[in-house]
């Protein structure tokens, strides 16, 4: 069975712009998470996706965004980009949003801010 | 909220040696579910063990084992018969199965380095 995948692997962008991230779960897996990554702040939630409705959040601002359609593939959206979103976003999938089963993570978007 | 601590930045251990990576959480959960996850310079995150609170039995994954003490809220990993493809950094993480079950809290890491 393949893994998560994500795409794209790598992004520069410049400040002001905006980005959105692909993630595409293992078959069969209905949840995807969104978490950063960064030296000072460690792994940090974003939000969770289930059944193609957001089910929880962490605490970042708005301009982070997501969906996840009917086939479970999910986008993460990040509008108005500053220097600090310089980070590698990991996406991670499990079967449903039961507290018992397990998250498997993709390889992660590496984005670089400047 | 819950916490988790790793107290040990950085590691080393000698090829085919043992290692113990240490790990503490806090929560006023009874019920919830713990994980070592292996992240190697090439950035992917693996599973390595998961151990359920209400199980008294450590888990054990081939050279990987834990001890989980409940009561002192302690989640240690021990790797035996240490190899080179096990240098990485090393995340504990803590997930809840009551209203905080959506997500996963990690430690800071451990890096491991692993001497030839």
């Known amino acids: 069975k393949a893994g998560v995948t994500q795409t794209p692997r790598y992004l520069i962008k410049t400040r002001g712009q905006q980005v959105t991230l692909s993630c595409s779960p293992i078959s069969g897996h209905r949840s995807v998470s969104w978490y950063q990554q960064t030296p000072g702040q460690g792994l940090q939630f974003l939000f969770e996706y289930f059944s193609e409705t957001q089910r929880n959040k962490g605490n970042f601002p708005g301009r982070f965004s997501g969906r996840q359609f009917s086939n479970s593939r999910s986008e993460m959206n990040v509008s108005t980009l500053e220097l600090g979103d310089s980070a590698l976003y990991l996406c991670?999938?499990?079967?449903?949003?039961?507290?018992?089963?397990?998250?498997?993570f993709g390889p992660g978007t590496r984005l670089t801010v400047l | 909220a819950q916490t988790v601590t790793q107290s040990q930045p950085e590691m080393s251990v000698q090829e085919a040696e043992t290692v113990t990576l240490s790990c503490t959480y806090d929560?006023?959960?009874?019920?919830?579910?713990l994980f070592w996850y292996k992240q190697p310079p090439s950035r992917q995150m693996i599973l390595v063990i998961r151990q359920e609170a209400y199980k008294q039995q450590n888990a054990t994954e081939n050279r990987f084992s834990v001890n989980f003490q409940k009561a002192a809220k302690s989640f240690s990993l021990k790797i035996s018969d240490s190899q080179l493809g096990d240098a990485a950094m090393y995340f504990c993480a803590y997930r809840g199965s009551g209203g905080s079950n959506y997500k996963l809290t990690f430690g800071k890491g451990t890096l491991l380095t692993v001497n030839p």
């Open positions: 929560t006023s959960e009874s019920d919830y579910y």
């Open positions: 991670a999938s499990r079967t449903d949003i039961s507290g018992r089963n397990t998250q498997y």
